[in-house]
């Protein structure tokens, strides 16, 4: 019987979080852990995806691709993870997007990246009800891109050799809340929430030509900015704090927290030959290495 067997990577938020909500642009690398969708006929539709928490993505995307290209959803539906959806890595993006690229697999659709794009955000915000669309961008381009809200620019940016050590915090973020905590913020401060978001801006333009430049210690001066204006929107932890801190005294060049906050993980970009040391420096604070390439 015809299998067809698609994939989609996740990603981790370089610059920009936050900000891209709102109409701002952000930079994204997608990771080499991915997440895998096999398509089948079956009598009725039926999913088997066991790392999978959440099946209203794959529920929803399903409903939405067969809706929109008249085409049946009998079919069975199974998922595989290279990694957990604990990390905050965009696994609801990517099974979202290795789905809609399984169907059209299946049902010989030709569609193009940015009609995948338009069709995974819209099933992801139809379940979130908030997001800029950067993680779903990521999983349909991959590589690095430069990203407006709601895909109004996917840049693909040619990065090489960046070197990053992530490190998970031990605590699951709950993104949802933090972006609607900063929707509060706007209305309540207005004046400083804008100015912090103008400051993310320029620093988010920097570090699109310091990226493509291989200036990595541009890179790292500008990711600790970005951390220290999350830190004053008020998305960092104590434990995010300590695990930058130890990255830079172990010899990164920066880092920051990456994603929504609240938990999940950091990044620090850092010189081959601190890799180790940087490493050790994270795990003594407590928190975990994530083995991920990036930038695939
Ligand atoms: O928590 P994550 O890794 O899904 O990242 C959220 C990034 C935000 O900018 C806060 C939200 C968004 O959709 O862009």
New binding site residues.
């Given amino acids: 019987m015809l299998k067809i067997k698609s994939s989609a990577p996740g ?3 370089l610059f ?6 709102y109409g701002y642009p ?1 930079i994204v690398t997608s990771v080499d852990s991915r997440i895998y969708v096999e398509v089948e006929k079956e009598k009725k539709f039926k999913i088997d995806a066991p790392q999978v928490k959440d099946l209203r993505f794959v529920e929803e995307t399903v409903k939405q691709f067969c809706k929109k290209y008249k085409v049946s959803s009998k079919i069975l539906l199974k998922t595989y993870s290279d990694f957990s959806s604990k990390f ?3 696994s ?2 990517a099974v979202t997007v290795a789905t809609i690229k399984a169907l059209c697999k299946f049902y010989k659709i030709e569609i193009s990246k940015k009609e995948i794009f338009d069709l995974g955000y819209k099933v992801v915000l139809s379940i ?1 009800k ?6 779903v961008a990521s999983a349909v381009f991959g590589g690095t891109i430069y990203f407006v ?1 709601g895909g109004k620019i996917i840049e693909s940016l040619s990065v090489k050799n960046l070197s990053l050590v992530i490190g998970y915090s031990g605590v699951k ?1 709950d ?1 949802t809340s ?2 609607n905590k ?1 929707g509060s913020k706007i209305k309540d401060q207005r004046s400083k929430t804008l100015n912090i978001f103008e400051n993310m801006k320029h620093i988010v333009e920097e570090a699109k030509v310091s990226l493509v430049n291989s200036d990595w210690e541009k890179t790292g001066e500008l990711m600790n900015q970005n951390h220290k204006l999350l830190q004053e929107l008020g ?1 960092s932890t104590e434990k995010l704090d300590v695990m930058c801190q130890v990255a830079i005294s172990a010899g990164a060049y920066g880092a920051k927290l ?5 938990g ?2 950091m990044i620090s970009i850092v010189p081959e030959n601190k890799t180790k040391s940087v490493k050790s420096a994270i795990i003594n604070a407590g928190g975990e290495i994530l083995n991920v390439k990036i930038n695939i």
């Fill in positions: 990603k981790l938020m920009g979080e936050h900000v891209v909500v952000c905050g890595l965009g609801s993006s979130q908030v997001g800029s669309g950067f993680d809200t973020a993104t933090i972006v900063i998305v990456s994603g929504a906050g609240g999940d993980c």
